[in-house]
C-alpha cells in the first residue's frame, strides 16, 4: 500500500467548466476527508464520509461542489460550474479510528487553477 | 467550533539551534487528539507528532516534542538541532472527529 493517491495532479481549467477530482484512502481507512487549501493557510475542512455515508459538510462546500464514496473506497469530488474563487490545493485524507488510530494520512493534493 | 491559534506566521532558527512554535486551541471536550505536522514546499502533509489529551505525558519524536498544557489549552512543539530539512510550514490541528488547523507558521533554518 503506498498511501493516499490522489488524481490528477494539477488541473487548469476555464472559467464555468467543470472538473472532478479523485482519492484513493489507503486501504481499510473507513473514514475518508476532502480539504481545500490556499496558499500560505491551513487547511480548511470540506467533507466527510464514514465507508459510502457522507456525515457532514462545511458551509464551505457551496452547492457547486459534490463529493461521493461510492461502495466505500474511493471518492470523488465534482465542482461544477467553476469560478476564479476555487483555484486551490484540494487535499484528500484518510484514516482509521476503528484501529484507535486517530492519525489522518493525506495525499499530495490536487492543485486546480482556475483561469 | 474549535478553533486553533497559531499566533507566529515565520520563525527563523540558525541550524542545530533550537526553535519553539506557538498554538493555542479552544473546546470544551476533554477528550480529543492533537497534532503538528509539517508541510515542505512539495505541499505534501507531514505528520510530525501526535498527543492525546488524557496522557499528561509530553509526546516525542526524536527531535521534536511538545509542551501540551491543558488547562491553558496550549500545545507547543520544539525542534531541537534544527536541520536544514525542517524548513516547512507547520500547522498545529485539532481532531475530535476532523482535523481543525491552525493558520502555519513558515520556519526557516539558516546554514
Known amino acids: 500500500d503506498t498511501g493516499v493517491s490522489q488524481d490528477p495532479r494539477h488541473k487548469i481549467t476555464k472559467r464555468g467548466q467543470n472538473v472532478t477530482f479523485r482519492c484513493d484512502p489507503i486501504?481499510?481507512?473507513?473514514?475518508l476527508y476532502w480539504y481545500r487549501q490556499t496558499l500560505g493557510q491551513g487547511p480548511e475542512f470540506l467533507t466527510y464520509?464514514?465507508?459510502?455515508?457522507?456525515?457532514?459538510k462545511s458551509r464551505l462546500l457551496s452547492d457547486r461542489f459534490s463529493a461521493e464514496r461510492p461502495k466505500g473506497s474511493f471518492s470523488t469530488l465534482e465542482i461544477q460550474r467553476t469560478e476564479q474563487g476555487d483555484s486551490a490545493m484540494y487535499l484528500c485524507?484518510?484514516?482509521?479510528?476503528?484501529?484507535?488510530?486517530?492519525?489522518?494520512?493525506f495525499g499530495s493534493g490536487t492543485q486546480l487553477s482556475v483561469l | 467550533a474549535q478553533t486553533v491559534t497559531q499566533s507566529q506566521p515565520e520563525m527563523s532558527v540558525q541550524e542545530a539551534e533550537t526553535v519553539t512554535l506557538s498554538c493555542t486551541y479552544d473546546?470544551?471536550?476533554?477528550?480529543?487528539?492533537l497534532f503538528w505536522y509539517k508541510q515542505p514546499p512539495s505541499r505534501q502533509m507531514i505528520l510530525v507528532i501526535r498527543?492525546?489529551?488524557?496522557?499528561?505525558q509530553n509526546a516525542t519524536e526524536n527531535r521534536f516534542s511538545v509542551n501540551f498544557q491543558k488547562a491553558a489549552k496550549s500545545f507547543s512543539l520544539k525542534i531541537s538541532d534544527s536541520q536544514l530539512g525542517d524548513a516547512a510550514m507547520y500547522f498545529c490541528?485539532?481532531?475530535?472527529?476532523?482535523?481543525?488547523f491552525g493558520a502555519g507558521t513558515t520556519v526557516t533554518v539558516r546554514a
Open positions: 473546546t470544551s471536550e476533554s477528550d480529543y487528539y
Open positions: 486501504s481499510e481507512h473507513n473514514r
Open positions: 490541528a485539532y481532531n475530535d472527529y476532523k482535523l481543525s
Open positions: 485524507a484518510s484514516s482509521n479510528p476503528r484501529v484507535g488510530n486517530e492519525k489522518l494520512f
Open positions: 498527543q492525546e489529551a488524557y496522557k499528561q
Open positions: 464520509f464514514q465507508n459510502e455515508a457522507q456525515l457532514e
